[in-house]
């Protein structure tokens, strides 16, 4: 395997990643930030946190391609060791995803399913 191909994968892994990120926080935020309108306008409530579970599904498609793409990339070049920890940063990436996914629905169903 020569350079160029090693670089333009950790390239292609620090953007994906990087997004997914991103996308992990924005999640994060428009939960946190429904608590404001919790109990005052629930109509904004259940919309926030409704956006926070599409950003979280979005976060966690791309992860799952991100996966995918270093699994087969492993495939064709198994004596990478580096691309083995990117794969070990995908997994524990999604153990986030569980959390906040189960934030995001206890919440709703807290709030408005269980009342």
Request: proline share 2%; aromatic share 14%; no cysteine.
């Given at each position: 395997?020569?350079?160029?191909?090693?670089?333009?994968?950790?390239?292609?892994?620090?953007?994906?990643?990087?997004?997914?990120?991103?996308?992990?926080?924005?999640?994060?935020?428009?939960?946190?930030?429904?608590?404001?309108?919790?109990?005052?306008?629930?109509?904004?409530?259940?919309?926030?946190?409704?956006?926070?579970?599409?950003?979280?599904?979005?976060?966690?498609?791309?992860?799952?391609?991100?996966?995918?793409?270093?699994?087969?990339?492993?495939?064709?070049?198994?004596?990478?060791?580096?691309?083995?920890?990117?794969l070990m940063l995908t997994h524990a990436v999604y153990v986030t995803h569980g959390v906040l996914l189960?934030?995001?629905?206890?919440?709703?169903?807290?709030?408005?399913?269980?009342?």
């Open positions: 395997m020569n350079k160029s191909n090693e670089k333009e994968i950790d390239m292609y892994f620090h953007s994906a990643f990087r997004n997914v990120g991103l996308y992990t926080s924005l999640s994060f935020g428009a939960l946190a930030y429904s608590r404001v309108y919790r109990g005052k306008t629930p109509m904004y409530d259940a919309i926030l946190i409704s956006i926070s579970l599409l950003f979280l599904l979005l976060s966690f498609t791309m992860n799952y391609i991100l996966n995918g793409d270093i699994k087969q990339y492993l495939e064709h070049n198994p004596d990478q060791k580096k691309e083995n920890i990117y189960s934030l995001g629905i206890g919440t709703l169903a807290i709030n408005y399913l269980i009342k």
